[in-house]
């Protein structure tokens, strides 16, 4: 991991515990799971525009474990979009564009509303099928974009999401991209209680690529990405491990970082754990940097 990437990774991080301790409302843990796998996304892979962020072209991002939508948030800011900090600083607040669940506005960046589970998954499918039909009618000269998108247990158990994944599978909807966040902890608990199914195998069998990795490996993320991506014949579920609250010395791979504020001294903790000395919603240039020349 270059320090660049690492810095770009741990201002996700903040910002995520930041904006959930400031509101003392939200879910921290799965924006930290994820931060790791959603900067080599977006500086490697992801093809938009924050200066036109509704390029009809654009690939698409889905944030189906909706309640995860800190992370979402800090993304759209950090890569320049129309998503200033006074809104991250306004998380879960009246009248503020971070609610607590994304909700569709596509001039900030945000593809569509994501909070009952299931639902954003499906509608990536959705987009996948306009993206083949536009792309055989119009050629992919004009229409060649991808469905991106995170996922969670509670997304792959809903039935909604195992109707639109059945059908992606038989109609071979190549431009499908989804990483799983498999960190074994639900708000209740371990998956154990509620989740054991064998999710490859059982994706393998409706007809997707399927790849397991270190979700917070940069390298091997970037290799399941890859291999997705060339994966053109079938939609693609990336298996990401992934820790809950990644860098929490007193709450990773708990319950308790899943829906609640970590707490004023677990969050110093976990800026002297992960190496942050910035206050509070403040990032270093630098991060700025990474993300803005990632985007050109």
Known sequence: MS???????????????????????????????????ATVLWTRFLSVDPDDPTWPDRDRFILSNGHGSMLLYALLHLSGFPMPMDQLRSFRQWGSHTA???????????????????????????????????????????VDHRVFGFVSDGDLMEGVAQEAASLAGHLGLGRIVYL?????????????????????AKYDAMGWHTVTIDGHDHAAIAEGYEAAIAAEDRPSLIIAHTHIGHGSPGKQDSASAHGSPLGDDE?????????WDHPPFEVPASVYETFASAME
């Open 3 to 37: 320090d660049d990437l690492r810095t770009a990774v741990n201002a996700t991080k903040a910002l995520a515990m930041d904006a959930v301790q400031a509101a003392n409302s939200g879910h921290p843990g799965a924006p930290m799971g994820l931060a790791d796998a």
């Open 100 to 142: 607590g669940h994304p909700e569709v506005d596509q001039a900030l960046g945000i593809e569509t509303t994501t909070g009952p589970l299931g639902q954003g998954f499906a509608t990536g499918v959705g987009m996948a099928m306009a993206e083949a039909h536009l792309r055989a009618r119009f050629g992919p000269d004009l």
């Open 180 to 200: 799983y966040d498999a960190n074994r902890i639900s708000i209740d608990g371990s998956t154990d209680l509620t989740y054991t199914e064998a999710v490859a």
């Open 267 to 275: 969050v110093a903790a976990t800026r002297a754990a992960i190496g």
